[in-house]
């Protein structure tokens, strides 16, 4: 997993997942690694998102 600070109009957020996307709307997907979602910020709800830390998978070469 990884580490993202979300910025929202009224705070900073640390969330932990593994992937970060953004949608055609505008909204912020937060998933694990299998796809499930963890976090959703809409349009409007989030101003930046930013990898704060990448951890290491444990899978493929070191």
Excluded: N
Excluded at 10 to 27: I, K, L, N, P
Aim: proline share 3%.
């Amino acid at each position: 997993m990884q580490i993202w600070k979300v910025t929202t109009p009224s705070s900073e957020q640390s969330v932990t997942a593994m992937h970060a996307t953004t949608t055609a709307a505008g909204d912020l997907l937060l998933k694990r690694q299998d796809g499930e979602l963890l976090w959703a910020f809409a349009k409007g709800a989030w101003l930046s998102c930013e990898l704060v830390k990448a951890m290491d998978s444990g899978y493929g070469p070191k």
